[in-house]
């Protein structure tokens, strides 16, 4: 049977150049095709979804769009034999909310591919406090592990960015995990709350945008990089030998102003990492890690609500480094 109530939907359009973000009534008949149509409980705001939602990024190329990258719900019905109605299912990557309608909408439809059952251990709202960033930040700890380092190591790990989506997560990932965490943050008042995540050692975000040497002290294990740029090649150059950092993030910049010193003298893995295309059985891993390696509770204290019609706004704050944390968006609010 097909559904046919009327939803609630975020809908980017462009005119004159401009993009605009309306809350709209949208049925299912408007949807873009697809095998899955999921009740969407919970979506969240990650850094592409600001670039998206004001236009900035250049990152969404047809309109009319439902932006969101990601979403967790419940089938409600499936033309694939993988999925049943009532199925629990988490979406992240894949293009959508850039260049298939997502998750800022109470209804979906979307390719069974893309789709990884929840797991067991968490609910559709946790599910988005991890959201494409906290995914992003697991397969950065993993592909960390993978390159040889260990919590044990006698050197800490430094996560760039730590008061965003990403870094917040990664910083509560490895400290659960018993690595030491160094944070680098440009918000010396977010110390206390990033201490509360479990980092133990603090470093201004200008210290790290400083200009370096090709090579200067070694003092991190590894790096989970959310930043780039300057940061990035100074995270590099200060890295262990046989260390790695794990990078996925361009919020100071796409340049990498560095040297195969590195690479060559002190065997630096430069692991980069992306959540948009990676595999199923990896995903599913990482879904299965992220269940058991992450406190709940520090989840919960990490994340804040918030309804379709703040998204515009929060969309412009992210960009702006002022949102902290995870923050899930309720399309049922
Ligand atoms: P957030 O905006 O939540 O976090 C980014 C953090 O970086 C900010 O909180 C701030 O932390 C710091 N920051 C912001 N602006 C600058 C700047 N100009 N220079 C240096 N640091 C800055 O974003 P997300 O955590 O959602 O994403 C972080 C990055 O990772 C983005 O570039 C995003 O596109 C990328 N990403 C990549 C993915 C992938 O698959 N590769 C998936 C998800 C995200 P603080 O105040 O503590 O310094």
Known sequence: ?????????????????????DLVTLTTADLPPGEVLVAVEYSSLNYKDGLAVTGKGKIVRQFPLVPGIDLAGTVLESAAPAYQPGDRVVLTGWGVGERYWGGYAQR????????????????????MAIG????????CVLALEQAGVKPDADKPVLVTGASGGVGSVAVALLAHLGYRVTVATGRSENESYLGDLGATGFIHRDIMNQPCRPLEGQIWAGVVDTVGGRVLARALAETDYGGAVAACGLAGGIDLPTTVMPFILRGVKLLGVDSVLCPSEPRRAAWARLACDLSM????????????????????????????????IDPNA
């Open 108 to 127: 979906a439809r979307v390719r069974a591919d893309w789709l990884t059952p929840l797991p067991e251990k968490l609910d559709s709202r946790r599910a």
């Open 1 to 21: 049977m097909t559904e046919t109530a009327m939803f609630k939907a975020l809908l980017l359009n462009q005119r004159d150049g401009q993009t605009l973000a």
């Open 132 to 139: 494409t960033a906290g995914f992003t930040a697991m397969l």
């Open 297 to 328: 509770a520090v989840l919960d204290r990490i994340t804040e609500i918030a309804p379709l019609a703040e998204v515009p706004r929060l969309a412009e704050a992210i960009l702006a480094g002022q949102v902290r944390g995870r923050m899930v």
